[in-house]
C-alpha cells in the first residue's frame, strides 16, 4: 500500500473523528475543567483527570499511614491523608476558575512529595503524579495555544 508522505493527497475537509466513548470522554474532560463557561482549556482537562486520579491514590497513601501506625496516634495518618485529599477536591473545584486550581495542584503536589518524608515508598508516586502532572501542563498548554492560532487563522 502506497501511502503519501506529506500528506498531500489527503483530502482538506476530512476532520478527525472520534468514537462514541472517545467524544463521552472528551466531553466529560471539558465539562469538568469548566470549558462550558468559557473558551475550552485543554490544560485545565488534563489537569483534573490527574488530580483526580492522583486523588484516589492521596487517600490510600492515608490508610496506609493509618494501618503501619507510622504516626502517634494512628489517626494522624488519616488527617494528614484526608487533608491532602480536600486540598485536591478544592484544586478540582477552582480548576474552572482561571488560573487557581492549576496553582494548588501544583501545591498538592508539593505536599505529595513531602509525605515521602513519613512513607518513602509515597516518593515513587509522588514522581510519577508530578511527571504526568508537568507533562500534562506543558502540552495542554502547547495545545491551546496551538488551537488558539489555528482559530485565529480560521477567522
Known amino acids: 500500500m502506497?501511502?503519501?508522505?506529506?500528506?498531500?493527497?489527503?483530502?482538506?475537509d476530512e476532520e478527525l473523528r472520534l468514537s462514541p466513548s472517545e467524544t463521552m470522554a472528551h466531553n466529560s474532560a471539558m465539562r469538568?475543567?469548566?470549558?462550558?463557561?468559557?473558551?475550552?482549556?485543554?490544560?485545565?482537562?488534563l489537569g483534573s483527570i490527574v488530580l483526580g486520579f492522583e486523588l484516589i491514590v492521596v487517600v490510600l497513601i492515608g490508610l496506609t499511614l493509618f494501618g503501619l501506625g507510622t504516626l502517634e496516634p494512628r489517626e494522624l495518618g488519616l488527617y494528614l491523608g484526608g487533608g491532602l485529599a480536600v486540598v485536591m477536591i478544592v484544586g478540582l473545584a477552582l480548576m474552572r476558575r482561571g488560573k487557581v486550581g492549576i496553582t494548588i495542584g501544583w501545591i498538592a503536589h508539593g505536599l505529595v512529595l513531602a509525605t515521602a518524608i513519613l512513607l518513602p515508598?509515597?516518593?515513587?508516586?509522588?514522581?510519577?503524579?508530578?511527571a504526568l502532572w508537568v507533562y500534562c501542563m506543558v502540552k495542554g498548554s502547547q495545545m491551546d495555544r496551538d488551537r488558539a492560532a489555528w482559530i485565529a487563522a480560521q477567522s
Open 121 to 130: 515508598m509515597a516518593l515513587i508516586v509522588g514522581i510519577l503524579f508530578t
Open 32 to 45: 469538568i475543567s469548566g470549558s462550558s463557561s468559557g473558551g475550552q482549556s485543554t490544560q485545565k482537562a
Open 2 to 12: 502506497n501511502r503519501p508522505q506529506d500528506g498531500a493527497d489527503a483530502p482538506k
